[in-house]
């Protein structure tokens, strides 16, 4: 089997099942792909005051489409998660009107994140996180015509931001169109489940993937395989905080709200900062979704976020 290189000079922010591809492959066959900056315009220098102004056109800047021959609708594109490299730097960030808590944190505000290795270094109070990174956006060509923005997921998969997602694991996407148009990006050097200030730790990396066709497997929306443990951060215990109501979101919400207020109250940070780091090891959990008419929302924070 073949590998091939895709560079990011052209980004493609949009699903458009009519694109034409950039680069067309065997079943079978790797791709490395060159992906820039998720938002295709943040740098290590932006401020506060860039954040708040950035532009949502070149957002996501997916590399792709790949078309893999054979594949037709109907099919099952298999795509195995071989590797993906950082490249020394990655940001994360709360902005207005986006983010679970948007109107708690109606502001900009950007934390830049320093990589080494398998380190993502904070770089407040000496807190670090594993690297462990993935392609927050996967997707194929969607069954709708026209060009559909990348913010939502959708049936062909796109912006899923499933951390789990990383080297070591499958995901299969349902095929639409001749040739699936496989396209990927919106890196991430770590996030939690849920990706809660609305960003992860936004990376460039390189990704290599293994694409095939198969025809054994139908799906109706993206399923994968993965690895365990799930996160290396799973060495100390949590502290968890709870919420409970009819509204699943709002128990989302608060369950965040009285983790920040845990954070800042016992660790020194500042509440943009507590969101930030919610966003990139809290896994916000399902508890109890059975005993009407109150639901029950739980976030873990790993212990170990805060041992040295």
């Not at 590998?3 to 699903?15: I, K, R």
């Not at 890196?187 to 936004?202: A, I, M, N, P």
């Not at 207020?261 to 916000?284: F, K, M, T």
């Amino acid at each position: 089997m073949a590998e091939h290189f895709l560079d990011g000079s052209v980004t493609q922010p949009f699903w458009d099942n009519s694109v034409t591809p950039r680069l067309e492959v065997e079943s079978g066959d790797t791709v490395v792909f060159d992906c820039p900056e998720p938002c295709g315009q943040v740098t290590p220098d932006w401020s506060h005051d860039d954040l708040a102004k950035i532009d949502f056109s070149p957002i996501h800047a997916l590399v792709g489409s790949v078309y893999v021959k054979g594949a037709k609708p109907g099919d099952t594109l298999q795509v195995e998660v071989l590797k993906l490299e950082h490249k020394g730097w990655g940001w994360s960030g709360h902005l207005q009107g986006f983010g679970l808590l948007a109107e708690d944190f109606d502001f900009a505000y950007i934390h830049h994140w320093k990589l080494e290795g398998d380190t993502c270094h904070f770089g407040v109070n000496d807190i670090t996180l594993p690297f462990e990174p993935f392609c927050g956006t996967m997707g194929v060509g969607p069954k709708e015509p026209g060009r559909l923005d990348t913010i939502p997921p959708r049936f062909n998969g796109g912006n899923m931001d499933i951390r789990d997602l990383g080297p070591g694991s499958t995901v299969w996407f349902p095929v639409f169109v001749d040739g699936a148009l496989f396209a990927c990006g919106d890196c991430h050097s770590r996030q939690g489940d849920g990706e809660l200030c609305g960003t992860g730790v936004e990376s460039p990396m390189t990704v290599t993937l293994r694409l095939s066709t198969r025809n054994d497997m139908p799906v109706k929306e993206v399923q994968f395989q993965t690895i365990s443990p799930l996160s290396r951060l799973d060495t100390k215990g949590y502290h968890a905080t709870t919420a409970h109501g009819p509204d699943m979101f709002e128990n989302a919400k608060n369950a965040t709200r009285y983790m920040i207020d845990w954070i800042v109250a016992n660790h020194g940070l500042s509440r943009s900062q507590a969101y930030i780091l919610c966003s990139e090891a809290v896994d916000l959990k399902i508890s109890e979704i059975v005993d009407a008419p109150n639901w029950i929302v739980s976030a873990y924070m790993p212990l170990s976020t805060f041992m040295i």
